[in-house]
């Protein structure tokens, strides 16, 4: 796409820098993170994550899909406590997978689950999950 720039690099800076500079995306994916299971590892989740005020701030619609219910939930809620209408997560089926993880875990039976909304929209509103 002519739109699109993939990078390797580490997140917490390209946030950060991009927020300095001002430059905002349109949409960001959280798309089958390792969410770190046990309890210990909470703060490596990407919602428990220092940058994550970084990521709400820089606005833009945000699409968190999983195939763990315990994760996606917990990302809502911290997204509450930064002050958003934050849409109920929803399960859904596909036929067209965004990623191989995506479709490994659709094929072999997985529920798989999407939160998706605005950032930047008005408080109290959101946009829906798409599925």
């Not at 703060?43 to 996606?72: C, D, F, S």
């Not at 990302?75 to 934050?86: E, I, N, P, Y």
Request: hydrophobic content about 35%; some cysteine.
């Amino acid at each position: 796409m002519a739109n699109e720039l993939r990078l390797r690099a580490r997140l917490e800076d390209v946030w950060r820098l991009l927020l300095e500079s001002g430059d905002r995306p349109v949409r960001h994916y959280l798309l089958y993170p390792n969410p770190w299971p046990k309890p210990g590892h909470l703060k490596r989740r990407w919602h428990a994550h220092p940058v994550w005020p970084v990521v709400v701030a820089l606005g833009g619609t945000l699409t968190l899909r999983t195939n763990w219910a315990i994760y996606a939930e917990e990302c809502r809620r911290t997204l509450q406590l930064h002050g958003l209408a934050v849409p109920p997560v929803v399960s859904f089926g596909t036929d067209t997978a965004l990623t191989p993880f995506e479709r490994k875990y659709s094929r072999s039976g997985h529920d798989l689950f999407d939160l998706t909304l605005r950032l930047d929209s008005p408080r109290g509103r959101h946009e829906a999950n798409r599925t």
